[in-house]
């Protein structure tokens, strides 16, 4: 049986004297693995498809139960990408959370398309990376299932306070009024630690006015936002891999390598 398919490598492994295992998000079947044969041959047509970042279109054949690349051709290939460590390190980090949140067999057109828009906006530097990177981060934990609700305070309905606090197990907001009456969670700590314990994360109104707009914009806007202030944006970004993390229940390589090579 034969087939062909548009999709984006998230992953490249090494196999055999030549060949590569590759791990590709498609719209219509999840993720998908397809085995390339002598792609890492510089005689291979097929090396610049099966390379990491390339969204492409790929020819293949079914046979003894999995995928065999049979040609294809590439889309877009962020070749940008290999020109700048910290971005490149940022690009790494969003395509192992798209692994980490898909499935095989199962549909995932709107994580494809949010995580090819995301590569682009990093390979032309359209926002400060700390923003695109705290925006896909609750993208992610959203289509998790994990989105919290940021409506207003959880006790109180409290909506524009100019502090609220994030309460990151729980997904909801508490206002300064009923932490102060006693929530039971702690304040973010100074230094981020995966941790299934509960945390309040506080925002001021500019961080949180970001947090809805990216759980509320349409995917194809969700980087039309601006935070101006170092400080906000900082915050924004540690908010998103701390909610992410905490629910996923677990770290990434690719995120302590970003972040190592953003404080260099």
Same mark, same amino acid.
Request: glycine share 8%; with cysteine; aromatic share 10%.
């Given at each position: 049986?034969? /087939?062909?398919?548009? /999709? ?6 090494? $196999?055999? &004297? ?30 610049? !498809? ?10 293949? %054949? ?8 049979? /040609? ?17 390190? *940022? ?8 692994? &980490?949140? $898909? ?5 995932? &057109?709107?994580?494809?398309? #949010?995580?090819?828009?995301?590569? %682009?906006?990093?390979?032309?530097? *359209? ?10 981060? *609750?993208?992610?934990?959203? @289509? ?8 207003? @305070?959880?006790? @109180? =309905?409290?909506?524009?306070?100019? +502090? #609220?606090? !994030? ?14 009456? =006693? ?29 809805? %707009? ?11 936002? &601006? ?11 540690? *908010? ?10 677990? =770290?990434?390589? $690719?995120?302590?390598?970003?972040? +190592?090579?953003?404080?260099?």
């Amino acid at each position: 049986m034969r /087939g062909t398919v548009d /999709g984006l490598v998230l992953r490249e492994t090494e $196999t055999g &004297e030549s060949d590569k295992l590759l791990t590709v998000l498609t719209a219509e079947h999840g993720k998908i693995l397809i085995c390339a044969k002598g792609v890492r041959s510089m005689r291979s047509k097929n090396m610049s !498809l099966c390379r990491l970042f390339t969204y492409g279109n790929f020819e293949y %054949y079914e046979k003894n139960g999995m995928r065999w690349l049979a /040609g294809g051709s590439v889309n877009d290939s962020f070749f940008k990408l290999n020109s700048d460590i910290e971005g490149f390190a *940022l690009a790494a980090y969003i395509l192992e959370i798209a692994a &980490e949140i $898909t499935g095989e067999g199962v549909e995932a &057109e709107e994580i494809l398309r #949010m995580t090819l828009n995301t590569l %682009y906006a990093i390979e032309n530097k *359209l926002k400060p990376f700390e923003i695109i990177k705290g925006a896909y981060e *609750l993208f992610a934990a959203n @289509c998790s299932g994990f989105e919290p609700d940021v409506s207003g @305070c959880c006790r @109180c =309905g409290e909506v524009y306070a100019d +502090t #609220m606090y !994030l309460d990151v197990m729980n997904g909801s907001l508490v206002c300064q009024e009923c932490r102060s009456a =006693g929530s039971g969670a702690q304040l973010m700590p100074e230094l981020d630690a995966f941790s299934a314990r509960n945390i309040l994360f506080p925002m001021n109104r500019s961080v949180l006015a970001s947090v809805r %707009y990216v759980l509320g914009a349409r995917r194809e806007r969700i980087f039309a936002f &601006e935070l101006k202030d170092e400080k906000d944006i900082s915050d924004f970004s540690r *908010l998103g891999d701390t909610y992410l993390l905490n629910h996923l229940e677990r =770290g990434f390589d $690719t995120l302590d390598f970003y972040k +190592t090579v953003r404080n260099k």
